[in-house]
């Protein structure tokens, strides 16, 4: 159940969930709130690429006063998957857009984590005028700026654990026990420390590692697929629209590639969550949850 600010009995938001034909193939979706609602709604792009929107689970606590969309993109969790290699950048630009038309999301602000908000920023330049404001949450603006900098992570691990990366890379063998034992402590630093990995779990269950290796790569710091040399930074002076930078301070998203957006993006705010990684909305929920909404309602103010 959806907790609310008030301690007083309040009808919940109403809930549905359905599914969009994007070329030809199908993409889950779920509506919490009000769509016609009097403030603007806020559509959720999980990261990945092929992880699920489970991790979003809790900003749907924001649906007490707007609708909150989210959606498993294409080849994760709900929705179907496209016969391989179909996962291209257009098909993903294609199923936001798609999403948004579907259920008449003419203004909307859009919130993306990880490659989510590389997918946000995407969006926003393709479809300037649409977007109200943009939430970018652990993300970057260019992929061979990001593994620079989470390589420089990778390699500050305890050095039996590099030990175990660097033979992986040599021989270019990214499985095993021992691989595993490695990507799960790396995980534990700067992918999610908290307690509870209830949404983690269910994100992993319904990941696809096809979908991440060919937009990505075999590794975080591996960029080998179809996002190897992604870059937009010489169009992030494009957006005039509010932006909020989130990062945990133990996050994949280092300083540099955090100062990347601010200092790209006219007015963008930048928060750190102090004792977070990559998931501040699941290791800092409360706090998450107050800094997205205060930042939604300033962005309504001066839309």
Same mark, same amino acid.
């Given at each position: 159940?959806?907790?609310?600010?008030?301690?007083?009995?309040?009808?919940?938001?109403?809930?549905?969930?359905?599914?969009?034909?994007?070329?030809?193939?199908?993409?889950?979706?779920?509506?919490?709130?009000?769509?016609?609602?009097?403030?603007?709604?806020?559509?959720?792009?999980?990261?990945?690429?092929?992880?699920?929107?489970?991790?979003?689970?809790? *900003?749907?606590?924001?649906?007490?006063?707007?609708?909150? &969309?989210?959606?498993?993109?294409?080849? $994760?969790?709900?929705?179907?998957?496209?016969?391989?290699?179909?996962?291209?950048?257009?098909?993903?630009?294609?199923?936001?857009?798609?999403?948004?038309?579907?259920?008449?999301?003419?203004?909307?602000?859009?919130?993306?984590?990880?490659?989510?908000?590389?997918?946000?920023?995407?969006?926003?330049?393709?479809?300037?005028?649409?977007?109200?404001?943009?939430? *970018? $949450?652990?993300?970057?603006?260019?992929?061979?700026?990001?593994?620079?900098?989470?390589?420089?992570?990778?390699?500050?691990?305890?050095?039996?654990?590099?030990?175990?990366?660097?033979?992986?890379?040599?021989?270019?063998?990214?499985?095993?026990?021992?691989?595993?034992?490695?990507?799960?402590?790396?995980?534990?630093?700067?992918?999610?420390?908290?307690?509870?990995?209830?949404?983690?779990?269910?994100?992993?269950?319904?990941?696809?590692?096809?979908?991440?290796?060919?937009?990505?790569?075999?590794?975080?710091?591996?960029?080998?697929?179809?996002?190897?040399?992604?870059?937009?930074?010489?169009?992030?002076?494009? &957006?005039?629209?509010?932006? *909020?930078? &989130?990062?945990?301070?133990?996050?994949?998203?280092?300083?540099?590639?955090?100062?990347?957006?601010?200092?790209?993006?006219?007015?963008?705010?930048?928060?750190?969550?102090?004792? $977070?990684?990559?998931?501040?909305?699941?290791?800092?929920?409360?706090?998450?949850?107050?800094?997205?909404?205060?930042?939604?309602?300033?962005?309504?103010?001066?839309?």
């Amino acid at each position: 159940m959806l907790r609310t600010h008030s301690p007083y009995d309040r009808q919940m938001p109403a809930e549905r969930e359905g599914w969009v034909d994007v070329d030809g193939f199908r993409t889950w979706y779920r509506v919490v709130g009000d769509l016609d609602g009097p403030r603007l709604p806020l559509l959720c792009l999980h990261g990945g690429p092929g992880s699920t929107s489970a991790y979003h689970t809790r *900003l749907e606590a924001l649906a007490d006063e707007r609708a909150v &969309i989210r959606y498993d993109q294409l080849g $994760s969790g709900h929705s179907r998957q496209p016969p391989d290699p179909h996962w291209t950048l257009p098909l993903f630009r294609a199923e936001v857009r798609a999403v948004r038309d579907a259920l008449g999301l003419d203004r909307a602000h859009v919130l993306g984590t990880s490659w989510g908000g590389m997918l946000a920023l995407e969006h926003a330049l393709d479809r300037p005028g649409t977007v109200v404001s943009l939430v *970018l $949450s652990s993300t970057l603006a260019s992929s061979e700026q990001w593994t620079a900098e989470v390589r420089k992570l990778r390699d500050a691990m305890p050095s039996e654990v590099v030990a175990v990366f660097d033979e992986a890379d040599r021989t270019q063998r990214w499985e095993g026990p021992e691989w595993e034992a490695a990507d799960e402590a790396f995980s534990r630093r700067h992918f999610f420390r908290g307690a509870d990995k209830t949404e983690v779990e269910a994100m992993r269950e319904g990941r696809s590692a096809e979908a991440y290796e060919e937009m990505w790569g075999p590794s975080e710091w591996l960029a080998t697929g179809e996002l190897a040399g992604w870059d937009v930074r010489d169009r992030l002076a494009e &957006i005039e629209v509010p932006a *909020l930078v &989130i990062r945990g301070a133990y996050d994949l998203c280092t300083p540099p590639v955090a100062e990347t957006l601010v200092q790209g993006i006219r007015g963008a705010r930048l928060v750190v969550f102090e004792q $977070s990684s990559h998931t501040p909305v699941l290791e800092q929920t409360e706090r998450y949850l107050g800094v997205v909404r205060a930042f939604l309602h300033d962005a309504e103010a001066h839309a």
